[in-house]
């Protein structure tokens, strides 16, 4: 199995955020400066493929204190 990990600091997701952001071309919140052209697909097909091979994506943030991403794959290796 393969864990990955990506952690930042920055302005974080809100939990309605969240629920959003694997949507394509969502935006994270209406009202919000940021953000202005939404997701994009990115994360999405990202997803898609992880979960075709078996693996998974999870994401948990904090408002004001950063997001994480940990994204598992499981493969077979040949020695």
Known sequence: ???????????????EGLKKLFIDFGKLEENQTRNRQGTGLGLSICKQIIEQMGGSVEVKSKL????????NIKTKCKV
């Not at 004001?64 to 994204?71: A, D, K, R």
Request: glycine fraction near 18%; aromatic fraction near 4%.
């Open 1 to 15: 199995e393969i864990k990955i990990s990506v952690i930042d600091t920055g302005i974080g997701i809100s939990k």
């Open 64 to 71: 004001g204190q950063g997001t994480e991403f940990n994204i």
